[in-house]
């Protein structure tokens, strides 16, 4: 599996690759001999950064806390559901079979309630992740740009879309500073219903 993920990104880079000469010559001949048009390339650990900025760190401690505070409560329920579950059990010899059809139905409606409930924190949960993932990258992607015009770069890569390239191309650590300065915490957002 690792061998065959290194041969699609070898392939994908010499595809990038014959792609980027061809746009050059394509942009040379365009300039009908003036000045040759040279494809700056800026390489940028995109990935590492989502996962290692300090913003995404604080992220996933608050989602973490939340994600243990749900849990607190579903278990909570959870042990409810079993105590009226083996009361309901244990009351089947006194009580009629109507009465004890009843009481199954009030439970299984119970059940029901608390799997929307369980589902509905884990979409609460789901959606904070997705908002703030979306707000950080917004954020990085602005930082990428503006470094990526102060270098004059004409083509930026995710670090693991190359195999080899130049230490000068890769601008990971400035981004990585610049976007830990411009956005150093992220309020997560939990958007609960009740």
């Not at 602005?142 to 191309?169: C, F, G, P």
Request: hydrophobic share 40%.
């Amino acid at each position: 599996m690792k061998m065959m993920k290194s041969i699609q990104t070898a392939i994908a880079a010499i595809a990038m690759t014959f792609a980027l000469g061809a746009m050059t010559v394509a942009s040379a001949q365009e300039n009908n001999g003036s000045e040759e048009t040279r494809a700056v390339v800026m390489i940028v650990d995109f990935e590492g950064i989502m996962r290692e900025a300090s913003a995404m760190q604080d992220m996933t401690k608050q989602i973490k806390t939340r994600q243990e505070t749900y849990q607190e409560e579903i278990e909570s329920r959870q042990q409810a559901l079993r105590k009226e579950e083996q009361e309901i059990a244990q009351q089947r010899t006194l009580l009629s079979a109507d009465v004890i059809q009843q009481k199954q139905k009030e439970f299984q409606q119970k059940v029901a309630d608390f799997q929307k409930f369980a589902q509905g924190r884990n979409r609460i949960l789901d959606e904070a992740l997705n908002e703030s993932r979306v707000k950080f990258q917004k954020t990085l992607i602005e930082v990428i740009a503006d470094v990526a015009e102060e270098r004059n770069a004409t083509l930026v890569l995710h670090k693991s879309q190359v195999i080899l390239h130049a230490n000068a191309m890769d601008a990971s650590k400035e981004v990585f500073d610049r976007v830990n300065e411009a956005i150093p915490t992220l309020t997560v957002e939990f958007k609960e219903a009740s």
